[in-house]
T-cell receptor, first 116, second 110 residues
């Protein structure tokens, strides 16, 4: 248990569906991240929120929409996804924005997403 | 362009021997390096890190070495144990970015 909880653990959705992934951290961290892990690819940074403000968006398609209502919660809203978006989506949090304060990130267990 | 590379997708080591996992990076702006360990159905967990101002950091059985001139770091696990079997990710950071490699699957057999 790392203090970062993701729900759901598994999600199957059709290309026309709208769904949301939820992440919650109980560590008092002020930076949160969404990563995507596809087979045989590096963990890809999708979004970074620091102090509830988005500071990084690595050219992610608009069908992925993040939301950070407060420092403990992070959502990833999904709509009209493609089969190639099937992957493991990992949420992480850190004390400060990783790199600036040289802190490690704590990861949730991930949501295994399958788009059919 | 992949900034952090782990060229060995897998490694098999006998229990008790040393495991050496390697990582190369291309961006000289990276100032902090981390190793994460990942078991199936779990998120990565932090293992050990090193600042760019150091060349070695040790924590129990785990030692990370950094060679800045070669843009190379390695993780040594000694002695290796069956419970060390997992996927190991190298990561590098600067500003607010944490960039991961593709991972190396380590299998420690009896």
């Amino acid at each position: 248990e790392t203090g970062v909880t993701q729900t759901p653990r598994h999600l199957v959705m059709g290309m026309t569906n709208k769904k949301s992934l939820k992440c919650e951290q109980h560590l008092g961290h002020n930076a949160m991240y969404w990563y995507k892990q596809s087979a045989k690819k590096p963990l890809e940074l999708m979004f970074v929120y620091s102090l509830e403000e988005r500071v990084e968006n690595n050219s992610v398609p608009s069908r992925f929409s993040p939301e950070c209502p407060n420092s403990s919660h992070l959502f990833l809203h999904l709509h009209t996804l493609q089969p190639e978006d099937s992957a493991l989506y990992l949420c992480a949090s850190s004390q400060g924005a990783t790199g600036i304060q040289n802190t490690e990130a704590f990861f949730g267990q991930g949501t295994r997403l399958t788009v059919v | 362009d992949q900034q952090v590379k782990q060229n060995s997708p897998s490694l098999s080591v006998q229990e008790g021997r040393i495991s050496i996992l390697n990582c190369d990076y291309t961006n000289s702006m990276f100032d902090y390096f981390l190793w994460y360990k990942k078991y199936p159905a779990e998120g990565p967990t932090f293992l050990i890190s090193i600042s760019s101002i150091k060349d070695k950091n040790e924590d129990g059985r785990f030692t990370v070495f950094l060679n800045k001139s070669a843009k190379h770091l390695s993780l040594h696990i000694v002695p290796s144990q069956p419970g060390d079997s997992a996927v190991y990710f190298c990561a590098a950071s600067y500003t607010d970015k944490l960039i991961f490699g593709t991972g190396t699957r380590l299998q420690v057999f009896p």
